[in-house]
């Protein structure tokens, strides 16, 4: 059987609005092994992991393991948690099993302290190979180049969606999801983001927003780029339809950096033909595409 990532590049699946929704990251440092579902696995009593779950989706805060390229054991050490939100000082702090990240929790209950100067880039890697073989036979590698230059940024991560886009590498607190990347071009790719000069060939999109949205976005970044990650914002929008049905329209007001006139993009929903989307997946399934027919 055929990777799901081969395949999906041999069909050339669009990357495009593919990025899952998020406004917080909460990382949880664990060596692994990591479970189908890292997180109910991470060894956290029942209970706190209930409050902790509850806590993250109340606050669109997604919750990943992470570890150290080359599986490095923390036995010997203590554990981190950071909370990393866009626009926000990065809250971290210390956990255990039996203390069931509690400091993790109370932060989640909280509002991070705004950032008062740049900060500090997190940059994770999916290599998550028991949800997914591509996660793992593809992300190792280009965590171990990231490594190479951003020795203290970089995280292996548990699952963070789009397994046939693998490897998949997001930049925090940014919460850009790019996809399809080999070791060179991630380390080029993200050289260009940390540096403001977002390359959109191989960008998915950007977490904060919905995927239509999403599309928009990167269509400027492509058109009036390069720019960086903070560049363009939504201002508006509208739909035609049920949104993401097939044949909906999703009209976007745009503010982009350098532009004079605000910019509008008309973005449309199709239904792409069944295939399979993940290597675990035991029937085809349908994804939607949105393709941007007009940017002015």
Not at 15 to 36: F, K, M, N
Not at 208 to 217: G, T
């Amino acid at each position: 059987m055929i990777r799901c990532s081969v395949a999906a590049g041999v069909r050339d699946d669009p990357y495009v609005g593919t990025a899952p929704p998020a406004q917080r990251w909460l990382l949880l440092e664990h060596p692994g092994p990591w479970r189908i579902d890292a997180v109910a696995g991470s060894g956290i009593e029942p209970k706190p992991l209930a409050a902790l779950l509850a806590a993250a989706t109340g606050s669109r805060t997604r919750i990943l393991l992470v570890r150290r390229p080359g599986r490095r054991t923390t036995a010997d050490r203590v554990r981190r948690w950071l909370l990393v939100a866009p626009g926000a000082s990065t809250v971290s702090g210390t956990w255990s099993a039996e203390d069931g990240a509690s400091g993790a929790l109370q932060a989640l209950a909280g509002r991070p302290p705004a950032a008062t100067g740049p900060v500090e880039p997190v940059i994770l890697v999916c290599a998550h190979g028991v949800h997914d073989a591509c996660c793992a036979i593809t992300g190792r590698p280009v965590a171990a180049a990231l490594a190479q230059r951003w020795l203290e940024q970089v995280w292996e991560c548990s699952h963070v969606g789009g397994d046939r886009f693998a490897p998949n590498v997001v930049l925090l607190p940014d919460g850009f999801y790019y996809g399809g990347l080999d070791p060179a071009t991630a380390v080029a790719t993200v050289a260009e983001h940390l540096a403001g000069r977002v390359v959109t060939t191989n960008l998915r999109g950007m977490a904060r927003l919905p995927p239509a949205l999403q599309a928009a976005a990167v269509a400027a970044l492509d058109r009036f780029g390069p720019l960086p990650a903070d560049a363009v914002a939504v201002t508006g929008s509208r739909h035609e339809g049920r949104y993401g049905a097939p044949g909906s329209r999703t009209y976007v007001d745009l503010q982009v950096a350098g532009v004079t006139d605000a910019v509008q993009a008309e973005v449309v929903a199709r239904t792409r033909a069944p295939a399979q989307l993940t290597c675990r997946a035991l029937r085809e399934t349908t994804a939607t595409e949105y393709q941007v027919e007009r940017l002015g």
